[in-house]
């Protein structure tokens, strides 16, 4: 079966602090990506990569980075953690493009 | 003009009758689309994608695309309390890159 597991499903961090949020699919797809989730702003892209060392970015990249070191893990990371980032965070990976299998989110809040 | 537009509901419809969720998008080169479920506190799971002109159907699911419209719909068919959820529309455009830009969902109540 299909699995994206994403490794918090609830963090709390202070406002300054990095924060990482990681991602493992078990299905060998070459694209992944990560999203978050805002009531009235629906899903929006932060950041993706289609292979590894590769990455791309979203509709909404700014303060934020990704990593991809090897093809099955894909790692957001807030580098300085802002009372606006506190949202949903929902990674995806797909084999053939717009087929997205989501992993369960990570509710993050900054306080 | 938002990418992607979907009424955000809440769209109520009595158990057994048809649900109608329409999407419209506003870039032309859109290419594929596609419908996702979204249950209160879950994540998307895909239900639905069209690629061409016309319908789709899949079980009580049907997809209607008209590009020259720039519209997607989907009908969901003798509705079931089950199929109470936020439903996501999505379209990708292959020329950029195969980003996938998501609508802000119509909320559906499937009332027994």
């Known amino acids: 079966d299909v699995k994206v597991t994403q490794s918090s499903r609830y963090l709390v961090k202070r406002t300054g602090e990095k924060v990482f949020l990681e991602c493992v699919q078990d299905?060998?797809?070459?694209?992944m990506f990560w999203y978050r989730q805002d009531p009235g702003l629906g899903l929006r892209l932060i950041y993706f990569?289609?292979?590894?060392?590769?990455?791309e970015k979203g509709d909404i990249p700014e303060g934020y980075s990704v990593s991809r070191e090897k093809k099955e893990r894909f790692s957001l990371i807030l580098e300085s953690a802002s009372t606006n980032q506190t949202s949903m965070y929902l990674c995806?990976?797909?084999?053939?493009?717009?087929?997205?299998?989501f992993g369960e989110g990570s509710r993050l809040t900054v306080l | 003009q938002k990418e992607v537009e979907q009424n955000s509901g809440p769209l109520s419809v009595p158990e057994g009758a048809i649900a109608s969720l329409n999407c419209t998008y506003s870039d032309r080169g859109s290419q594929s689309f596609f419908w996702y479920r979204q249950y209160s506190g879950k994540s998307p799971e895909l239900i639905m994608f069209?690629?061409?002109?016309g319908d789709k159907e899949d079980g009580r699911f049907t997809a209607q695309l008209n590009k020259a419209s720039q519209y997607v719909s989907l009908l969901i068919r003798d509705s079931q309390p089950s199929d109470s959820a936020t439903y996501l529309c999505a379209v990708n455009i292959w020329a950029a890159g195969n980003k996938l830009t998501f609508g802000g969902g119509t909320r559906v109540l499937v009332k027994p």
């Open positions: 995806a990976s797909s084999l053939k493009p717009g087929e997205l299998f």
């Open positions: 299905m060998d797809h070459e694209n």
């Open positions: 069209i690629y061409s002109n």
């Open positions: 990569s289609y292979d590894v060392k590769m990455k």
